[in-house]
């Protein structure tokens, strides 16, 4: 029989394994909508002052790739990517507090949400090949715009009709060369027509936003080390905290 150290070391190359096809999947859904070729214009280098470029680090480009890629494109994978960390930050605060959805996540499998484990890697290996497909279809709608129907019958107010949720961006509309970089939601989400106070909202984002890509890192790190996701100092024994909710 294989002994610990070899069943340890067959654990972590399938979660990197997964974790690896998890980006793979991101990067493929963040490809950018087809739009006419990119000008010299569009191409124009980020300058200080610019969204994202805050204080201490400023304009930070140590690739030097500003004056030779398309940084509108890389603008907006890096707010995409960060607004989806905040939100799975957000998920592994929450399942480690204890909180969990009612009801079942798969009937078929019997499956509940409070059945799912803790960790990060765990539950991505426990989420049913229906549950994945539903979220890649969700993420597709919302990377498209294909979720918006302004025709979708439907009395208006309610989730179709012309003045409906989906006509209202609900699911997100896509990314066009005439909208500023991330502008993908509807008239449902919040605007600020004051320039210094719309700003410091669009800087607070990206920088939450890599804060949250550095943070769902680290968690995944730590548990290919074999300690828990948020308090790896509870030493290999993982030895977190009790739930909060229970």
Not at 53 to 75: A, C, F, H, Q, S
Not at 128 to 134: C, F, N
Not at 158 to 163: D, E, W
Not at 201 to 222: D, F, P, S, Y
Request: aromatic share 4%; glycine share 12%.
């Amino acid at each position: 029989p294989p002994t610990r150290k070899q069943l340890a070391e067959v654990q972590l190359s399938q979660r990197i394994a997964v974790m690896l096809s998890t980006a793979v999947l991101s990067l493929s859904l963040n490809a950018p909508v087809v739009r006419p070729a990119v000008s010299n214009a569009r191409m124009a280098a980020i300058t200080p002052g610019d969204v994202g470029t805050t204080k201490p680090l400023g304009v930070y480009d140590p690739l030097g790739l500003i004056e030779t890629r398309d940084m509108r494109r890389y603008e907006i994978m890096e707010i995409k990517h960060g607004r989806s960390a905040m939100l799975g930050f957000v998920h592994i605060l929450a399942i480690h507090a204890g909180v969990r959805l009612p009801g079942y996540l798969s009937q078929a499998a019997g499956l509940k949400f409070a059945d799912m484990p803790v960790g990060c890697f765990a539950s991505l290996e426990a989420t049913p090949t229906a549950g994945w497909l539903q979220i890649m279809i969700v993420t597709a709608m919302a990377e498209t715009g294909a979720g918006n129907v302004p025709d979708l019958p439907g009395p208006s107010g309610l989730a179709g009709g012309p003045t409906g949720l989906v006509k209202a961006g609900l699911l997100g509309q896509p990314q066009t060369a005439d909208k500023a970089p991330g502008d993908i939601g509807g008239e449902i989400w919040q605007r600020y027509a004051d320039p210094e106070e719309r700003a410091f909202k669009l800087n607070a984002e990206r920088n939450n936003g890599r804060a949250a890509m550095l943070g769902v890192t680290g968690c995944l790190i730590h548990e290919l080390l074999g300690v828990d996701a948020l308090y790896p100092t509870g030493g290999l024994g993982g030895a977190a905290p009790p739930p909060i909710f229970s």
